[in-house]
């Protein structure tokens, strides 16, 4: 395979670093084009162009909307049919999903000032939320855990899950951990048809307060062209891996750890700094030995050559200050005493402490959530979580006496910025000399 590799130290390494880490088809025009007249085709005509937009891109010849609701008793059906070992294996990672997130609530809290005025927050879950399951090139039943039972921890009362079904299958996994999340309707839709749905509602489908999940590149343009109209967890782009190794660790589980991400699609990117240039050379041989083993080895490829690298940096904290310019969505630290480097970084998704820990754990079973920011916005973002289906509100209640105390600043204030009637408000709660 033909990767990039770099060197921390040669010259113009950083335009090379910014060529490979480049990502700007979010802002495509004809994606975008294309989204807005689904968008628009959804809020004008409803259950009918869900109907036909499903029949056009998923591929099968659904002729009403009914046929797009999933009952329980088919959720229920997946549950029963799984096998033990599925069941068990979804059962443990919802139970750890949720314990990690019962760690995240907020909690309500206030406290009376000097002038006995009682100031505070007020904790309140969405009403609504809608969450995005891809189902096209994959299908992923942790997808519904990660988002759903955060929301569920939140105590969010309604929940829908949107879908597509290419072809008009149904994924029995999905459906399965929808039920065990606790979903409270599922619609067999996807693209932006779905995104738009959620949004501003049909005559089936309700309007929610969020949108979350990720989604294609269709779905993404989708969600940020509706933001403001409903929240949304974030932008995603394609998944990322970075690791930073110190040459010590097994070169085929590093090599692994890269096919992890790269195995999502075509444009996901998967970048190794090593602090050893001999063990780049390892790694590479590791990934020609497994390369052939695995399913979708033409899509590692392609995803490795168009957007993978290797990095040489002299020094760890050389390393960690690459890490922090790029900063990834997932970050393993594959070193020796790894938990004494976290504190340097500064921007990641989620990190990934010591060689045992591989990035695929906080994918499935770890405990947190896998929904990540990614194309460099863990510099302003954080991962989903309970607080992101919980409402902050503020609180005040003045006393007369701090209303009075408070008026004569407010007034001041308020005629400075020529606001008269909110500085007369301000004065008529001053208590007479």
């Not at 997946?78 to 068990?88: E, K, T, Y």
């Not at 006995?116 to 855990?145: F, H």
């Not at 930073?244 to 699609?265: R, V, Y």
């Amino acid at each position: 395979m033909d990767i990039s590799t770099l060197n921390s130290s040669s010259v113009g390494f950083n335009q090379s670093l910014n060529d490979l880490l480049a990502w700007d088809a979010a802002d495509d025009l004809a994606i975008s084009e294309v989204v807005s007249t689904v968008i628009n085709d959804v809020r004008q005509q409803g259950d009918s162009a869900l109907v036909s937009y499903t029949q056009q891109f998923d591929q099968w010849p659904a002729v009403s909307v009914d046929e797009l609701i999933v009952s329980r008793e088919q959720l229920k059906s997946a549950w029963d049919n799984l096998s033990a070992d599925q069941a068990d294996a979804l059962t443990v990672a919802a139970d750890r999903i949720r314990s990690y997130a019962e760690h995240q609530k907020l909690e309500p809290w206030s406290f009376i000032d000097d002038l006995d005025n009682s100031l505070g927050q007020k904790i309140t879950p969405l009403e609504r939320v809608g969450v995005y399951v891809p189902g096209g090139k994959a299908a992923y039943p942790s997808s519904v855990l990660m988002n759903v039972i955060p929301a569920k921890v939140a105590r969010v009362p309604d929940i829908t899950m949107v879908t597509p079904t290419p072809n008009g299958e149904l994924n029995t996994l999905v459906l399965a951990a929808a039920w065990l999340a606790g979903v409270d309707k599922v619609i067999r839709v996807g693209g932006a048809q779905a995104v738009a749905a959620l949004a501003y509602g049909t005559e089936t489908v309700s309007a929610v307060d969020k949108i979350v999940g990720p989604g294609n590149i269709y779905v993404a343009t989708a969600k940020k062209m509706v933001f403001g109209k409903v929240g949304i967890d974030m932008v995603a782009g394609p998944s990322e891996i970075l690791i930073i190794c110190d040459g010590k660790t097994n070169p085929d589980w590093i090599a692994m750890d890269l096919f992890s991400q790269a195995e999502h699609d075509e444009n996901a990117q998967s970048i190794l700094i090593s602090l050893d240039a001999g063990f780049i050379d390892d790694v590479k041989n590791s990934m020609e030995k497994l390369l052939p083993t695995m399913e979708r080895a033409a899509v590692i490829q392609s995803s490795l050559e168009s957007r993978g690298g290797f990095i040489y940096a002299e020094t760890a904290e050389q390393a960690v200050n690459i890490a922090n310019r790029i900063a990834p969505e997932h970050l393993e630290l594959s070193l020796d005493d790894a938990a004494t480097w976290v504190d340097k970084i500064q921007h990641a998704g989620a990190i990934f402490v010591g060689r045992y820990t591989a990035e695929a754990l906080g994918d499935y079973c770890a405990g947190p959530n896998h929904v990540l920011p990614t194309s460099g916005t863990s510099r302003f973002s954080s991962p989903l979580g309970v607080y992101d289906f919980q409402k902050r509100t503020s609180v005040i209640a003045c006393s007369q006496a701090g209303a009075s105390k408070l008026s004569a600043t407010a007034a001041i204030l308020a005629y400075g910025e020529s606001l008269t009637a909110h500085a007369r408000s301000a004065e008529f709660r001053k208590l007479l000399e």
